[in-house]
């Protein structure tokens, strides 16, 4: 069994960018751009919870990370270092296991394609527990709150909306899908992008922006909350893809679309005079951006079906407390 050390040394210890101290001491050192203000937040992924025992390493690697780049995109941060505290059983960090070698792959091919300097940590045996810690750079004036939207916004989505829920729901076999839906909600789940560039386009054109973890409705009602706002969406706007489309309007397709999570893309508001900018913000990233709805006076979020119904949910998010 190599020690604590040994698998710091072996797995995670790398120089690191933007750092006058990297792994080894009892805290790192770094230097962050004068006039920056450091956005730190924190997200972790629990076993059983979050993913399942057996997922692929490298895949959670990944998702470990991105999960907490998506934090980072919702501010319009730019993420530059990060802290990965893991709690492993002994039977993934002995020498015959491959398991750190595949996770610390996953992480690092992801922190590598942004530029994140993994610059400390924690190691110690237990159930397996992934908790990253990121920290990136914004102009404290320009960050990207949740409590910005105003009146005459519109309501914008990044990317497809329920591709992850709905690859969970086949997982847990209430839902079968075909080989080729399967491969294209798969990646959603398991190794999501984060918005990052995005994000940081949309310094300066959003009033406010959150990234999709616990669902749409969940997520959007926290913008419209902080804001003191109101807003309506419409249910034939959201874009998702073909394979959810085909188990629309079921109940289950529903609650993926609305309330799934794990989505990672951003929801954000922008004044309407500057959708122009939103389309050719969308062709430059080569990035499907959707309009959705619009913010109101008022308070709480409305869905409205093509018959200008209210669609009604039995829960519009996760919460690790109720669920
Ligand atoms: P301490 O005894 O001060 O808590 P540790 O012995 O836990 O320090 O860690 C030694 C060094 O290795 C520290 O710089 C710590 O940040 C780093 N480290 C520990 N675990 C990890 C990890 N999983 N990934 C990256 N760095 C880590
Ligand atoms: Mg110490």
């Not at 076999?173 to 491969?183: E, N």
Request: negative net charge; proline residues 5%.
């Amino acid at each position: 069994m190599p020690s604590e050390f040994d698998l710091i040394r072996r797995h995670f210890a790398r120089p690191a960018s933007h750092t006058l101290l990297g792994i080894g001491d009892d805290a790192a050192l770094i230097t962050p751009k004068t006039g920056t203000a450091l956005a730190i937040s924190t997200d972790t992924l629990v076993c059983g919870k979050h993913f399942f025992a057996d997922v692929d390493p490298c895949t959670l690697g990944h998702k470990s990370l991105a999960v907490n780049l998506s934090d980072m995109a919702a501010m319009g941060a730019t993420p530059r270092w990060c802290l990965l505290a893991l709690t492993l059983p002994e039977h993934l960090a002995n020498n015959d296991s491959s398991w750190l070698t595949d996770f610390s792959r996953g992480f690092f091919t992801l922190a590598d394609k942004h530029q994140v300097a993994l610059i400390g940590g924690d190691t110690t045996a237990g159930p397996l527990n992934i908790g990253v810690q990121i920290i990136g750079e914004i102009a404290a004036e320009h960050a990207l709150r949740r409590s910005g939207a105003q009146l005459d916004d519109d309501i914008w989505v990044s990317g497809l909306i329920g591709d992850a829920a709905l690859a969970l729901q086949h997982s847990l076999q209430h839902v079968c899908l075909d080989d080729d839906d399967l491969a294209r909600c798969m990646p959603a789940l398991l190794t999501p992008s984060a918005r990052v560039e995005l994000g940081r386009r949309l310094v300066g054109l959003a009033h406010s922006a959150i990234d999709i973890s616990d669902g749409l409705m969940a997520d959007l009602g926290h913008i419209l909350e902080q804001s003191g706002k109101a807003g309506v969406i419409y249910l034939a706007d959201i874009p998702c893809s073909t394979a959810l489309q085909k188990h629309l309007p079921s109940p289950l397709a529903l609650q993926c679309l609305l309330a799934g999570g794990d989505d990672y893309e951003l929801c954000f508001t922008v004044p309407s005079d500057k959708r122009s900018k939103i389309i050719a913000l969308s062709g430059d990233l080569n990035l499907p951006l959707t309009r959705i709805g619009s913010i109101c006076p008022g308070t709480g979020l409305v869905v409205k079906d093509p018959e200008g119904s209210t669609v009604t949910l039995e829960t519009t998010g996760y919460d690790h407390f109720t669920a």
